[in-house]
């Protein structure tokens, strides 16, 4: 009895759920083999309501680069941040994710190691001297997590769920008031979801066919062998065209002013720590070097031509005695 039941029932489930007839399925390209076991098999790619998972069949998604924000952060490593290891004594530096302690420190001492070349530098806390830490000048340049100078809460970002083991809050690098080149600012973009996604598809072809609309319009406006009332309906439709790439034109520059900075504005010196050189301020040395120098032409020229009038004036003097 108790055979014949189970030959029953097993007679009764589907072929797929036997290791032999697994590797005997066909799938279809769209889906994947997620779960034979269970009776219903339930792809992954089939049970997501949408077809594109980037931006949900919205046809935008977030930007990368700036995390949706619309605004850059401050910068994590980079080789670029320059610093200067020669200067690099006295710099001050504050730690986003608190040492020993504290947060603000005093570059003390630096040297390099004699085997891989690789540079160090000693911080020592400001208010108690005897705390130390060595710090490769490599991750001095991390801005996640040193920031150069000592920064005060404000002008650091901080999250009430980023915290350490002993409970400090880890701060972050505070976005720079530039909106981001990537999205204008708006914190996202067209979506590249490639085939799977129709939404951005459709809308990137919908930009084309505009400029392609556009751009015929403007040579029909211009065109001798259309008649007059094409002629003006087509510049009517320029001047709509212009009229709402304009209004475009000014909302993302709303946008990017919100932030209150944009792409020409320059570092103040207050936010550059002594030991740092930027683009700027080698620009400022050299233009104070060449300056320097001219000055010191200038004053040459000027005692050349100071002794030379003394002597003028001497000469004509001698002569007038013997006369």
């Excluded at 130390?132 to 901080?158: C, D, F, H, S």
């Excluded at 009229?243 to 002013?257: D, I, T």
Aim: hydrophobic share 25%; with cysteine.
């Amino acid at each position: 009895m108790r055979a014949s039941s189970l030959s029953s029932a097993f007679s009764v489930l589907p072929p797929l759920l036997f290791k032999s007839n697994r590797r005997k399925l066909l799938l279809n390209k769209r889906h994947r083999y997620c779960n034979t076991y269970s009776i219903n098999v339930v792809c992954e790619e089939a049970s997501s309501p949408f077809q594109c998972e980037r931006c949900s069949d919205t046809g935008y998604q977030t930007c990368q680069t700036c995390e949706g924000f619309g605004s850059l952060p401050s910068g994590g490593f980079s080789s670029k941040n320059s610093i200067n290891f020669d200067k690099v004594l006295g710099t001050n530096w504050t730690a986003l994710l608190r040492t020993k302690g504290w947060r603000h420190f005093e570059a003390t001492a630096k040297r390099v190691d004699s085997e891989t070349r690789s540079k160090f530098v000693t911080l020592s806390a400001t208010c108690d001297r005897e705390q130390t830490i060595e710090v490769p000048l490599v991750e001095l340049k991390n801005r996640e997590k040193w920031a150069a100078g000592w920064q005060q809460k404000e002008n650091i970002e901080w999250d009430n769920e980023a915290r350490d083991n002993s409970g400090a809050l880890i701060g972050k690098p505070k976005r720079s008031r530039k909106a981001c080149k990537r999205c204008q600012g708006e914190g996202k973009i067209v979506c590249a979801g490639g085939k799977k996604c129709k939404a951005g598809k459709a809308m990137q072809r919908q930009k084309l066919i505009q400029i392609s609309v556009e751009t015929r319009l403007k040579e029909l406006s211009k065109s001798e062998e259309a008649d007059v009332e094409t002629k003006r309906k087509a510049k009517k439709a320029v001047k709509e065209m212009a009229r709402v790439k304009e209004k475009e034109e000014q909302r993302k520059r709303e946008l990017k002013s919100r932030f209150g900075g944009n792409d020409e504005e320059e570092d103040t010196e207050e936010d550059i720590p002594s030991g740092i050189k930027t683009k700027n301020t080698r620009k400022k040395e050299r233009t104070d070097a060449d300056g320097n120098w001219a000055d010191a032409r200038l004053r040459k020229r000027d005692e050349l031509l100071e002794k030379w009038i003394q002597g003028g004036s001497s000469a004509s003097g001698s002569d007038d005695d013997r006369q």
